[in-house]
């Protein structure tokens, strides 16, 4: 859902009221809410934010004056472990190296996809050679530089992506906190997967950049009907994300039991042990 200056949010019950000059009103439950974007200048009541939250739906605000993006979310104790298995394999050793090394085959994974969709024939060319992640970023890096607004836009996108994944993360029974690449930081296993998926990011930014004149100096932030074909663009590979995003998790808790099927018995025979050794 996109928020312009013309339009008015009510909260009225268990839906939201859109009111736009012009138009009749227009009633959301907020059930079938599962992101909301805003943008623009516009007065919006706390009570509506916390509703939202409180409901599990992100809501990401880009302010169109060239700031970061910000999200909203609810906020989660991380003093209460929400799944200790992966809290015990995402920190030691020598299963946060499998892990790892596991999120590192899943992004060249997609950047594979991402290239076939760029030119076949470097896709096959990178994928028999081998791809590293050093040429990747070569690549990415030669077209930062010759688009000064490239970052801009890969930051919002990046944004998104956040917003995005963070409910399928809990819908998984995972903690969106624990992660392996980005370990202690708010949103670390999120941010984990952003990094999977970057590339996807990349692609949406090449896209929209295809256009040269859109291509230019700096200061700048796209706004009114660039913002709006930004966000659509990346509703519509919202199936796609969806599918590849639930694959990696259904992966992820396969490892995590393949893990247990190494680790527990183990585990077992040691206590086994100890309860056996007469005490001292």
């Known amino acids: 859902m996109v928020q312009k200056e013309t339009l008015t949010i009510k909260l009225d019950g268990p839906s939201l009221l859109i009111q736009e000059a012009g138009k009749a009103s227009r009633w959301i439950p907020l059930r079938q809410l599962e992101r909301v974007v805003l943008f623009g200048n516009m007065t919006l009541e706390t009570s509506i934010l916390c509703s939202l939250a409180e409901e599990g739906i992100p809501i990401l605000l880009i302010n169109g004056k060239g700031s970061k993006p ?14 200790t298995r992966q809290h015990f394999y995402f920190r030691r050793p020598p299963y946060t190296e499998e892990i790892n090394n596991w999120l590192i085959s899943k992004r060249k994974s997609v950047i594979l996809k991402v290239f076939k969709k760029i030119s076949p024939k470097l896709q096959k060319k990178l994928a028999k050679e081998g791809l590293s992640e050093t040429r990747y970023m070569e690549i990415i890096e030669h077209l930062k530089k010759n688009n000064p607004r490239w970052q801009i836009l890969n930051g919002i996108l990046r944004a998104m992506l956040l917003e995005f994944l963070l409910p399928l993360i809990e819908k998984a029974k995972l903690d969106p906190h624990c992660g392996v690449k980005n370990r202690g ?34 200061p700048w932030f796209p706004s009114g009907d660039l913002l ?53």
């Open 228 to 280: 709006k074909e930004i966000v659509v663009r990346f509703e519509e590979r919202r199936k796609f994300l969806l599918s590849e995003v639930n694959v990696l998790l259904d992966e992820l808790n396969d490892l995590l039991r393949q893990i247990d099927g190494d680790v527990v018995p183990s585990l077992l025979r040691r206590r086994r042990s100890s309860a056996a050794q007469p005490d001292t």
């Open 70 to 83: 910000v999200m909203v979310s609810k906020i989660e104790s991380r003093g209460v472990q929400k799944n």
């Open 185 to 218: 930081v708010d949103f670390g296993f999120a941010l984990d997967l952003c990094w999977v998926f970057e590339p996807e990011i990349h692609y949406q930014t090449m896209r929209f950049f295809k256009d040269p004149a859109r291509r230019g100096g700096l």
